[in-house]
């Protein structure tokens, strides 16, 4: 039976703010070493005046991360589910595979991944402008109702939308390469790990692994890739009198700081966005499969 959009909905939420919550201090890091011409992150670490400063701007990141899972992870579904369904294979399997998810070809994998991602990253990017400056320490926010104030007042609607092009050049290709990668994961691990039957249902430690395994590969690859997006996002959203424009921005600091610098954080987004994929990911192949079975 094909499981309801609820079931992808709670399984993205929950997948989406345990690593959140989990993971804050690795954006934050990220955050403050991208607002700076120069910095490392020891240096970044002793600025703060408390290991508690680590977890700053959760609540708009929790929000974001699980709102925004849940949101890609249920239209992402539909949208993989309604090709599958043209191809006449089904949109859901779970015997003998580590998912429960729709079957597509590699490129129709880089496809919907990256439109879908487009999508669900312009109706959050409000959310993300105030993490962002939440986070760092070049605006001074009270709280995040004040932030939200300050916006307005000096930037207006458009201030909420600061740096999606750059945003959208990220997350879209990185969405497409890490859906390539993750599918072709799961059909490669279990062929290398031992005491995989892929003729029967795998167990639930077996699947969860393969799957968190196949997530922290994938986020791993697509990370890299766009990482430069990453920082130039960043510094529209953080000074956007200075970057105006994504290549303004980009030509910018090549100029004034040198290539190296486009890679600012990467470290931190990388250890993030694959543990962040790896435990998101695991979850929500968990839930839908196990929602699945109970019908």
């Given at each position: 039976m094909s499981e309801k959009p609820i079931s992808h909905l709670i399984?993205?939420?929950a997948g989406g703010l345990t690593s959140a919550v989990i993971l804050q201090p690795f954006d934050l890091v990220?955050?403050?070493?991208?607002?700076?011409?120069?910095?490392?992150?020891?240096?970044?670490?002793?600025?703060?005046?408390?290991?508690?400063?680590?977890?700053?701007?959760?609540?708009?990141?929790?929000?974001?991360?699980?709102?925004?899972?849940?949101?890609?992870?249920?239209?992402?579904?539909?949208?993989?589910?309604?090709?599958?369904?043209?191809?006449?294979?089904?949109?859901?399997?779970?015997?003998?595979?580590?998912?429960s998810l729709p079957k597509l070809s590699m490129a129709e994998n880089l496809v919907t991944g990256g439109?879908?991602?487009?999508?669900?990253?312009?109706?959050?990017?409000?959310?993300?402008?105030?993490?962002?400056?939440?986070?760092?320490?070049v605006y001074q926010y009270d709280s995040l109702l004040g932030a939200v104030r300050s916006i307005h007042q000096t930037e207006g609607v458009k201030g909420f939308f600061r740096g999606f092009t750059a945003t959208c050049m990220r997350d879209a290709p990185y969405a497409g390469l890490y859906v390539l990668f993750y599918e072709q994961?799961?059909?490669?691990?279990?062929?290398?790990?031992?005491n995989v039957d892929t003729g029967t249902t795998l167990s639930v430690s077996k699947s969860a692994m393969i799957n968190s395994l196949s997530a922290f590969s994938a986020a791993s690859i697509a990370t890299t890739i766009t990482g430069p997006f990453d920082t130039i996002?960043?510094?529209?959203?953080?000074?956007?009198?200075?970057?105006?424009?994504?290549?303004?921005a980009g030509v910018k600091i090549v100029r004034e700081e040198g290539a190296i610098r486009l890679f600012d954080g990467l470290s931190l987004?990388?250890?993030?966005?694959?543990?962040?994929?790896?435990?998101?990911?695991?979850i929500y192949e968990e839930i839908i499969k196990y929602i699945v079975r109970q019908h």
């Open positions: 399984g993205g939420f990220k955050t403050r070493l991208q607002q700076q011409p120069s910095g490392s992150i020891p240096d970044t670490l002793r600025t703060l005046s408390s290991y508690k400063e680590l977890w700053r701007g959760t609540l708009p990141s929790a929000v974001r991360t699980s709102v925004g899972s849940a949101l890609y992870l249920t239209s992402l579904h539909a949208f993989r589910s309604v090709l599958a369904k043209s191809h006449n294979s089904s949109a859901t399997n779970v015997s003998g595979s580590s998912s439109l879908t991602r487009g999508f669900v990253g312009f109706v959050t990017m409000p959310i993300t402008v105030l993490k962002v400056r939440y986070e760092s320490t994961c799961k059909m490669v691990l279990p062929k290398m790990l031992p996002k960043t510094r529209m959203q953080l000074k956007p009198l200075e970057f105006t424009g994504f290549w303004q987004r990388l250890t993030r966005k694959a543990f962040s994929a790896g435990i998101a990911w695991g």
